[in-house]
Structure formats: structure tokens, C-alpha cells
């Protein structure tokens, strides 16, 4: 057999024992090599892609056992990865086991703080709720408060009026008690005028045949001035009077003049002396009746002086009543 593993041409002859006693040696050579030769010229792209087959064959191989070398190195050193990885991973989980410990007994205490929490802020709620309802409280006191203060500067507006009212009520009787003396020292000089009067017409009887003979009292002397042309009568005293007629300047004419003035202001002021009266009184009864704090009483109105009957239109009810209540002076010649 050759080299790899065939039958040689010895054996073939061999087998054949009329060819094997024929040819010698050389020749079987001979034969041999012409045989090669000629399967060599037959059979030359077997031959050639063989021979490409083996080299790339052995690259393969080579290429192969090279991969071969370098996985082997990679897994050994894989492995010694894995062998650290195993150890640091060993270590690592002691450390999380101890740190799971550790943080379960935390989580522990974190839920028994959170309960603890949680009743506390159910007891902040409740402090809450109770500080919400004080300053709900207060909050009412103080606008009963704030009230109460109106009402008391309402009080205070009412007394600082009623303080007026007395003022004007006491300078109103001082100027009543003035308009009296005046009133009397002029009925004094009517009086006097009167009697000279009387002296007069006695010494002339054609003066009482006048046209517009003088009436006592002041509807007779108002009458006479309808029918007398208007003027302006010299002044006797202080008192401000109204037109007269030019034709009565006689002094009994000036007189009575000056005392009807004096009768119209004494009735003005009569009125408005009753009127503040009525003011007082009936703050007085409201102060009496209603309690400071009770609520908003109305603010008594501040004093007015008395309109004349032509312009008491309007006049609120508590005047009317107040100014129909009123004194009437003394009419006396």
C-alpha cells in the first residue's frame, strides 16, 4: 500500500501472476510512473481543487485552533470574572441582607412614626376645628362689638344734640326774657302813648273822624294798614318793624307799630321754645324706653327754627305736633 493507504501497483500485479512474472521491476516503475503521469493529466483540477481544499483545509485548521486558543483564553477568563463576580456577589448580598435588615427595621420605625403622625395631625385637625369656631366666636363679639360702638356714637350724637338743643333751648329763653323786658317797656310807652293820645284827641275833636280811624289791639291796626299806602315809619327803640302808612306818623301810630313787631317776635320765639321743649321731651321718653345697646334707634333730627304758616309745607310730623303745642302770648293794650 502507498503513503496513503491505496493499493500500489505491486499488489495489482501480484494478483495477477502472468503479468508479475513478465515485467521486471524497472518496468512495474515505468508503468507506475506512467500511470501517475497520466492520472496526473486526467485528473488535474481534482487534483488542483484538492490541493486548494487541503491548503484552505489547513487554514481553516489553523484558523480554527487559533479561535479555539483565544475562546479558551476568553472562558478561562470569563471564568476567573466569574469567579470574582461570585465573590463580589456573595459579599454584595451579605451586604444587602444586612442592609435589607437594617431597612426593615427602619420601614418599622418609619410606620410606627407615620402613626404617630397621623394621630397627631387628627389632633391638629381637632385643634384646629376648635381655634376656627373661637375666632368664629370672637369674630361675632366683635361685630357685636363694632355694633355696640355705632350705636354708642349714635348715643354720643343723640347727647351731643340734646347738649345743643339745651344751649339753643337756654339762649332761647335768655332772648324770650329780653323780648319781655322789651315787650314791656314798650307796652309802658304805648300806654304812655295812649294817654297822650287820648290828651290829643280831646283837644282835637276833628281827628277822630279820619279816614282810617285807629283801632286798639293789633287786628284793628293790621286792617288800617290794607288801606294805607305803603312807607317806612322813623324807628323808636331797637325793635325792627314793618312798613307803615305815611299818613298815621303820629307817635301813638309808631307805638303800636313797634309793639306788633315785638308781638311777632315774642310769638317766634314762643315757638321755637316749644319746639325744642317738644325735642327734649320725646328724646327723654326714647331714651327711657330703648335700652343704648337694643339697636340702631333713629338719629333725632337737629334743630331747625320754625317756618312761618305759609311755608309749613313739608314740615315733618314731630314739628306740626310740636309747633300746634305751642303757648300762645298774652294779649294785652
Known amino acids: 500500500m502507498n503513503y496513503k493507504g491505496l493499493p500500489g501497483i505491486e499488489d495489482l500485479f501480484r494478483e495477477q501472476d502472468r503479468l508479475a512474472k513478465k515485467l521486471s521491476q524497472e518496468e512495474l516503475n515505468a508503468l507506475r510512473r506512467y500511470l501517475h503521469r497520466t492520472v496526473h493529466a486526467e485528473c488535474e483540477s481534482v487534483i488542483a481543487r484538492m490541493r486548494y481544499l487541503q491548503s484552505a483545509h489547513d487554514v481553516n485548521e ?75 366666636n370672637m369674630e361675632r363679639e366683635v361685630n357685636k362689638y363694632k355694633d355696640m360702638i355705632v350705636d354708642l356714637e349714635d348715643e354720643l350724637v343723640k347727647h351731643r344734640d340734646c347738649d345743643k338743643l339745651r344751649e339753643d333751648a337756654s339762649r332761647l329763653g335768655k332772648d324770650l326774657l329780653k323780648t319781655k323786658l322789651d315787650n314791656e317797656k314798650l307796652g309802658k310807652a304805648l300806654l304812655d302813648a295812649e294817654a297822650r293820645l287820648r290828651v290829643t284827641s280831646a283837644r282835637k275833636p276833628g281827628l277822630q273822624a279820619t279816614k282810617n280811624p285807629i283801632v286798639t289791639g293789633p287786628t284793628g291796626f293790621q286792617t288800617q294798614m290794607k288801606f294805607t299806602p305803603p312807607g317806612l315809619a322813623p324807628k323808636t327803640g331797637p325793635v325792627t318793624f314793618t312798613p307803615a302808612s305815611p299818613y298815621c306818623t303820629s307817635n301813638a301810630c309808631r307805638a303800636r307799630q313797634d309793639l306788633e313787631d315785638c308781638r311777632l317776635q315774642f310769638v317766634k320765639k314762643c315757638e321755637e321754645v316749644a319746639y325744642l321743649r317738644c325735642l327734649l321731651s320725646l328724646q327723654k321718653q326714647k331714651s327711657k324706653e330703648q335700652s343704648p345697646l337694643a339697636g340702631r334707634n333713629p338719629v333725632v333730627p337737629r334743630y331747625q327754627p320754625l317756618r312761618s304758616k305759609s311755608q309749613n309745607v313739608g314740615t315733618p310730623k314731630t314739628a306740626m305736633a310740636c309747633q300746634y303745642t305751642t303757648p300762645q302770648p298774652e294779649t294785652g293794650d
Open 62 to 136: 489553523r484558523q480554527f485552533q487559533h479561535a479555539l486558543d483565544t475562546l479558551q483564553k476568553d472562558l478561562e477568563r470569563e471564568q476567573s470574572i466569574a469567579g470574582e463576580f461570585r465573590r463580589e456577589l456573595g459579599s454584595l448580598a451579605r451586604v444587602f441582607q444586612a442592609r435589607e435588615q437594617r431597612y426593615s427595621e427602619q420601614q418599622k420605625t418609619m410606620v410606627r412614626d407615620l402613626l404617630k403622625c397621623r394621630e397627631a395631625v387628627r389632633e391638629a385637625t381637632k385643634a384646629k376645628d376648635l381655634a376656627e369656631a373661637e375666632v368664629q
